[in-house]
């Protein structure tokens, strides 16, 4: 044995995790509670690690006792002891897991942890509940063996700057056989976690559902089991309250609200397996991480397999819950997760399964699902984009803002549609608020088009793909051409409009072209547009504008030039085959047709500064100046 190997060492945090705990250490939280359910969670996770490993390595269970949890409070010394038999860490170990924050998205969760009055619903969903313990504690003093070494190992600090690690003592070393303790040095104030009344309401209200037994050591009398330690979802549904599903989310999800839908059911057939899902009533704040992990647990006869096993695709990523095979080798490696033909089989069942629950909320349960879409809305609009086979169905739970209201499905478009009319419309934007100022919808309005307005993102990718909704397909405003002539006006004042006197077509495209030159790849004539002078649209061939907006921004894709479409019958064009040909005062509202199309669209003129100038021209032109 080296000096080096008995010497004790000092590290500093990694930086994310020393303003994570000045954080904690100085919290000002209303409850506290937390900390011991996030000790607990470790707990069983180091439990499930080591079972799982000794399936391929018996000997690492090796003689000693069952895997359990022990919870020993001592008001002697003011500390709270929080021991496993699981899996347990090397020194390195101890650096890796208590020392840094290797998971994405730390700087946001700290971030959000600042700014909100209370964190205790943040702490869990970011990985970091081992520091949620300096909430309570002065000092931590972690002792562990990792299953199968000879070494035992403590890491130890009060909270500040940095840890030590050292090689533990002889009595602590004789003490631990196997796994880890975590001995807590209370401050003044959470004293009460001493008690044994407070520990066991702890785990009732947290922790009941663990599947390794949690014992109660008290300094007098037997140690105790505090925990029912079953699997939950292999029970029968009639013999599960609705209370005891939401604390089973609580403790699956590391989530503090209320689930919006539970699913829970047994598959029997070719391949068997019990399935507990819930859909979370609020967003997690990792959801758009670029990795879209899912967060649903894999088990094996009981035996935890994984949460990487991609039980759901990508936009299910929200729900949270476990499936339990009966049928899986319990050995089953991460490629054969990738290739399994059973796992594949109950992929697709089980997201089918998702989805039709999820239609049977929004049917018998509204405001749930209106939850669940206001939440993850977003989410599952990915699908329509990836998921051929389940397309219509997701258009089919989508819920929209129109012209005519919001959360509106497009069964309710569908029904209300106008005579003649045989397409879903559609305007793709960056704000609900600019979709409807929007001059392309003018033609629609006219006639009392019920219009989608799309918001969000992920919009510009799904309505970029064909898509059809009980046989009618989905049109945008902004691309392509547009012919409504065959559903009637609501107004009479609008038809009469056809009476104004209009800008000769040719003439005027062919100055308005001259004008503009390679801005644009064409000027067409509206049949958008009403009111307003002109409007920017795409081909029907090519992106949509909304969609290049966003590519640019991620420096993919090329940008292509748009076509400009003019009102024939509005003032400011047929100004324009009034004015001189060649003269400035062409070439000026021309320019001001395409520039006050790209503000409508949310875009700056390529040249503001020529833009000022122009616009000044034209109005001291007006005014006689």
């Not at 054969?336 to 059973?342: A, E, G, I, S, T």
Request: charged share 30%.
């Amino acid at each position: 044995m080296t000096t080096s190997d008995t010497a004790v060492h000092t590290q500093p945090f990694q930086a994310e995790v020393s303003e994570l705990l000045h954080l904690m250490v100085h919290s000002v939280y209303s409850e506290t509670d937390i900390f011991l359910r996030e000790l607990i969670s470790n707990a069983s996770d180091a439990c499930d690690k080591l079972r799982y490993e000794a399936i391929a390595s018996p000997a690492l269970l090796g003689e000693g006792d069952a895997l359990k949890i022990r919870i020993i409070p001592n008001k002697t010394a003011k500390t709270l002891t929080i021991a496993d038999n699981g899996i347990g860490m090397e020194r390195q170990e101890l650096i890796d897991h208590l020392g840094t924050i290797a998971r994405s998205g730390t700087k946001a969760f700290v971030s959000k942890l600042k700014e909100a009055k209370d964190g205790l619903g943040l702490i869990g969903q970011f990985g970091v509940g081992f520091y949620s313990a300096f909430m309570v504690a002065e000092k931590i003093v972690v002792i562990s063996r990792r299953a199968g070494e000879s070494d035992v190992w403590t890491w130890t600090s009060s909270g500040g700057s940095g840890f030590e690690t050292a090689r533990a003592s002889d009595e602590e070393a004789a003490r631990l056989t196997r796994g880890t303790e975590i001995v807590l040095h209370l401050k003044d104030d959470s004293k009460k976690y001493l008690e044994t009344y407070e520990i066991e309401r702890i785990v009732t209200a947290y922790s009941d559902n663990i599947l390794f037994p949690i014992e109660l050591v008290p300094e007098e009398g037997e140690p105790r089991q505090i925990n029912s330690a079953s699997a939950l979802w292999q029970r029968s549904k009639s013999e599960l309250t609705a209370d005891e599903y939401k604390k089973a989310y609580q403790q699956i999800a590391s989530a503090f609200d209320d689930p919006a839908m539970t699913l829970h059911y047994r598959a029997e057939g070719r391949y068997s397996y019990a399935v507990l899902l819930f859909a979370p009533s609020t967003k997690p704040f990792d959801l758009f991480e670029p990795n879209r992990k899912g967060r649903v647990k894999l088990y094996v006869r009981r035996v935890f397999i994984t949460d990487d096993a991609d039980l759901l695709p990508g936009y299910l990523r929200f729900i949270r819950g476990v499936v339990d095979s009966e049928d899986l080798p319990l050995n089953i490696s991460r490629e054969m997760l990738q290739n399994n033909p059973q796992l594949a089989q109950i992929r697709k069942a089980v997201a089918t399964r998702v989805l039709s629950e999820l239609e049977s909320l929004a049917e018998k349960d509204p405001e749930n699902f209106s939850k669940i879409w206001d939440a993850f809305g977003a989410v599952l609009k990915e699908g329509i984009y990836e998921d051929f086979e389940r397309r219509e169905k997701l258009l089919g739970l989508s819920r929209f803002t129109t012209t005519s209201g919001e959360k509106r499905s497009l069964k309710q478009v569908v029904a209300d549609f106008k005579p003649n009319q045989t397409e879903i419309y559609y305007l793709v934007g960056d704000s609900i608020e600019r979709l409807k100022s929007n001059p392309r919808l003018e033609a629609a309005t006219a006639r009392g088009i019920e219009v989608l307005l799309l918001s969000d993102p992920v919009d510009a990718f799904w309505t970029s793909m064909p898509s059809d909704f009980e046989g009618k397909p989905l049109k945008s405003l902004s691309q392509g051409d547009l012919n409504l002539d065959l559903i009637p006006r609501i107004d009479d004042k609008d038809e009469a409009k056809k009476d104004e006197p209009a800008a000769d077509e040719a003439a005027t495209i062919a100055v308005i072209k001259a004008a503009l030159g390679e801005r644009v790849s064409d000027v067409k004539v509206s049949t958008r547009l009403t009111s307003s002078a002109s409007c920017l649209i795409a081909d029907s061939q090519g992106p949509s504008r909304e969609l290049e907006r966003i590519l640019s921004q991620q420096n993919r894709g090329m940008k292509t030039k748009p076509i400009l479409e003019i009102n024939l019958r509005h003032p400011l064009v047929t100004a324009v085959t009034k004015a001189q040909a060649g003269s400035t005062v062409v070439d000026d509202i021309s320019l001001l047709l395409l520039e006050q199309a790209q503000i409508l669209d949310g875009e700056l003129p390529e040249d503001p500064a020529a833009f000022a100038a122009r616009l000044n021209r034209l109005v001291l032109q007006g005014l006689g100046g």
